[in-house]
T-cell receptor, first 113, second 113 residues
Framework: NAGVTQTPKFRVLKTGQSMTLLCAQDMNHEYMYWYRQDPGMGLRLIHYSVGEGTTAKGEVPDGYNVSRLKKQNFLLGLESAAPSQTSVYFC????????????FGNGTRLTVT | QQQVKQSPQSLIVQKGGISIINCAYENTAFDYFPWYQQFPGKGPALLIAIRPDVSEKKEGRFTISFNKSAKQFSLHIMDSQPGDSATYFCAASMTNTGNQFYFGTGTSLTVIP
C-alpha cells in the first residue's frame, strides 16, 4: 500500500517551459488536491477534484491546469513556467466524509530559472 | 488573503516544556479544525482535529483548545520531546461542503534536548 505517490521528486525548468506533475493514489479516494507550499505562506490550494472527470479551482489556480481522467490519478500541468511557480508541490487525497483526513504525498520540489 | 492566521512562525522549547501554537479565523462558516504535522522532506499528516461543539480535545500529549466566541483555537504539546520537532499547520473547513481546507502559514517547532 503506497498511499499517495508523486513524480517526479525534483525538477528544474527554464522560464516558459512546460511540464506535468503526476499524482497517484491507491486508496480508492474520491477527492484529490494539489497544494503548493512556500515559506511563510503555508499550504495553498491550487486545484482539486471531487471525482473522476471533475476539477475545480482553489485559492491560487492561475498558471496551472489539472486533469482527472482516472480516479487514481490527478495531473497538474504548467503550460509556461514562471519563476513565481518555484515551490514545493503536494498532492493529497481523501475519502468522502467531512472528517476524513487529507493523505499527502512527499512533494515535488520545482525550481523555475 | 489568509483565511486562517497562525502564530508564532517559529518556536523553540526545552525538552519537557509546553509548546503552544495559536490560530485565528474570521469565517464563521468554518466548523472543522484539524492540525497537521510535517517532518522535513515529508508531506503533512493529520495530528488531531476538533469541531466547535467542544471546547477541548486531548489525544495523548496533544490538546486542542477551542474558543468559538473569539474564533481562535490552539494546539498545546505537553512534555515536548525532540521527536516533536516539526512544522505544524492549523487548518479549517466547512463540513457542509467539505471540499476545501484552508491552512495557516505554519509553525516550525524545535525542541531542544
Amino acid at each position: 500500500n503506497a498511499g499517495v505517490t508523486q513524480t517526479p521528486k525534483f525538477r528544474v525548468l527554464k522560464t516558459g517551459q512546460s511540464m506535468t506533475l503526476l499524482c497517484a493514489q491507491d486508496m480508492n479516494h474520491e477527492y484529490m488536491y494539489w497544494y503548493r507550499q512556500d515559506p511563510g505562506m503555508g499550504l495553498r490550494l491550487i486545484h482539486y477534484s471531487v471525482g473522476e472527470g471533475t476539477t475545480a479551482k482553489g485559492e491560487v489556480p492561475d498558471g496551472y491546469n489539472v486533469s482527472r481522467l482516472k480516479k487514481q490519478n490527478f495531473l497538474l500541468g504548467l503550460e509556461s513556467a514562471a519563476p513565481s511557480q518555484t515551490s514545493v508541490y503536494f498532492c493529497a487525497s481523501r475519502r468522502q466524509g467531512w472528517d476524513s483526513p487529507l493523505h499527502f504525498g512527499n512533494g515535488t520540489r520545482l525550481t523555475v530559472t | 488573503q489568509q483565511q486562517v492566521k497562525q502564530s508564532p512562525q517559529s518556536l523553540i522549547v526545552q525538552k519537557g516544556g509546553i509548546s503552544i501554537i495559536n490560530c485565528a479565523y474570521e469565517n464563521t462558516a468554518f466548523d472543522y479544525f484539524p492540525w497537521y504535522q510535517q517532518f522535513p522532506g515529508k508531506g503533512p499528516a493529520l495530528l488531531i482535529a476538533i469541531r466547535p461543539d467542544v471546547s477541548e480535545k486531548k489525544e495523548g500529549r496533544f490538546t486542542i483548545s477551542f474558543n468559538k466566541s473569539a474564533k481562535q483555537f490552539s494546539l498545546h504539546i505537553m512534555d515536548s520531546q525532540p521527536g516533536d520537532s516539526a512544522t505544524y499547520f492549523c487548518a479549517a473547513s466547512m463540513t457542509n461542503t467539505g471540499n476545501q481546507f484552508y491552512f495557516g502559514t505554519g509553525t516550525s517547532l524545535t525542541v531542544i534536548p
